[in-house]
């Protein structure tokens, strides 16, 4: 929906990192996906309706990431234009599954939309991720990025910031698995080792490599063979409990790779068609009822555009 002064979004999920790739690679879902309405306002500044049940937005509205990249933009432009941003989130905070990214994108794009789009989309990128500061501490893209441009992502550099969309086989599918506890990005942040060895480096970059060499030539042994993270997995895997048992159980069901989405808890894993997807998804729920942990799955294609008015 859309009109001279108001405009209503579809902002996608995202699963950052993408198992080897730590802040340099993310992709967008078709589904779930949060829905935001962002209107021009007569005065100045910015004011936010929550349309969320059992969803409680920061007491600060200046600490909502949404507001602060849409302020990030609007200080670009040297514009003091007010909005009023309306959500309906069905992505979860804390899900690993971008929701803050989602406000970001939606809000900075729809700001763009009502002001004649005088910012590309590629440019929106460094805006939104002033609302990933907010969040977490850090302002990385690889959440934002896919939620902006669709598709998957490589960050080749954040200083200068550089982003390159990769092809992929238009027949991938994800599987998603949010088990229903809450990790904040920010906390499994801090426990991350600061420094790592020269052979985990060295094992790392050849998957990262190997994954974007997979999804540009359509091969999905070598896509599989790459979703490997040898740093990151290892440490916050120990915050989703039945963690090795649930990854086990989507690659006996077929799927190309499992890992964590973003910094969890929810986990991810890639297939070659929508049968599969399923599949997988009810082998990693049936894994997780032996911890008694309550969860939810997503099936969906990659989304390759990003978001869209509604």
């Known amino acids: 929906m859309k009109d001279s002064n108001s405009i209503k979004i579809f902002s996608p999920a995202t699963v950052a990192n993408v ?10 879902l078709d589904n779930p996906g949060d829905e935001i309405q962002v209107s021009i306002k007569d005065s100045p500044g910015i004011s936010v309706l929550n ?3 059992d969803t409680v937005f920061p007491a600060d509205v200046n600490k909502n990431t949404a507001v602060v990249s849409l302020q990030a933009y609007l200080s670009h432009l040297g514009s003091d234009q007010g909005f009023e941003i309306t959500f309906t989130k069905k992505i979860k905070p804390g899900s690993g599954i971008g929701s803050s990214s989602a406000s970001a994108a939606a809000s900075v794009f729809a700001a763009n939309e ?7 989309k590629e440019n929106l990128v460094q805006f939104a991720m002033q609302g990933e500061k907010a969040a977490c501490g850090v302002a990385h893209a690889d959440n934002v990025a896919p939620a902006l441009l669709g598709g998957f992502v490589l960050v080749r550099s954040y200083d200068p910031l550089d982003i390159i969309s990769i092809p992929y086989p238009e027949e991938l599918y994800c599987t ?33 490599g190997g994954l974007i060499a ?12 790459s979703l490997e993270d040898a740093i990151i997995e290892p440490i916050r895997s120990i915050l989703i ?17 499992c890992c964590i989405s973003g910094s969890g808890p929810s986990m991810f894993a890639l297939s070659r068609s929508a049968e599969e997807a399923n599949q997988i998804a009810a082998a990693m729920k049936k894994a997780f009822t032996h911890y008694e942990i309550d969860n939810i799955d997503y099936v969906s294609k990659v989304n390759n555009q990003g978001p869209k008015v509604i």
């Not at 009502?114 to 590309?120: K, T």
């Open 19 to 28: 198992a080897c790739g730590f802040d340099i690679l993310g992709f967008a």
């Open 114 to 120: 009502l002001l004649g789009n005088p910012i590309s």
């Open 176 to 208: 998603i698995i949010h088990p229903q506890i809450e990790v904040k990005t920010e906390d499994a942040r801090k426990i991350l080792r600061q420094g790592i060895s020269l052979k985990d480096a060295v094992k790392q970059w050849g998957n990262v």
């Open 241 to 257: 409990p039945g963690y090795d048992a649930v990854k086990e159980a989507a690659l006996e069901a077929g799927a190309l790779g």
């Open 214 to 225: 997979g999804l540009m030539k359509g091969d999905y042994a070598l896509i599989g063979r």
């Open 51 to 53: 349309q969320t049940k």
